[in-house]
């Protein structure tokens, strides 16, 4: 059970960065995704500000979005793209996807265990250099 512990951390990280996905600033200020650390690898001179690692941020996550693979991939990559990058209500994304309130929820939970998955390769956290 402790090794499933960074995971759903990591998890709840990404899902404390979505809830904000709209604001560049906060994601620049708040999320541990868009540390310095963490981009280093994609962070040109232009992207010190927290508003330019914000929207660095906001890329990388719709491009992991868009390499995520598996079962579930498909709704997943349209539940992200119509709630949180789009903005829109969870009426909204239930009339769009034919779900049900519980099954939005369910399936909103498999999408960022998925998108985190991909997040996770594409950032490789353990790897990351200090500039």
């Not at 868009?66 to 909204?92: C, H, I, N, P, W």
Request: aromatic fraction near 8%; charged fraction near 20%.
């Amino acid at each position: 059970m402790a090794d499933s512990a960074p995971v759903a951390a990591f998890e709840q990280t990404v899902e404390a960065t979505l809830k904000h996905f709209q604001n560049p600033q906060w994601l620049g200020e708040h999320s541990p995704l868009a540390a310095p650390y963490l981009l280093s690898r994609r962070l040109q001179a232009w992207a010190a500000a927290p508003v330019a690692r914000g929207r660095l941020l906001q890329e990388l996550i719709k491009q992991a979005a868009s390499g995520m693979t598996g079962k579930y991939a498909e709704r997943s990559r349209q539940l992200l793209t119509e709630y949180y990058f789009s903005d829109r209500s969870v009426d909204a994304v239930c009339d769009t996807l034919s779900l049900s309130r519980a099954a939005f929820h369910t399936s909103r939970h498999t999408a960022i265990a998925l998108l985190a998955g991909e997040l996770a390769t594409l950032l490789q956290p353990a790897l990351a250099l200090e500039k």
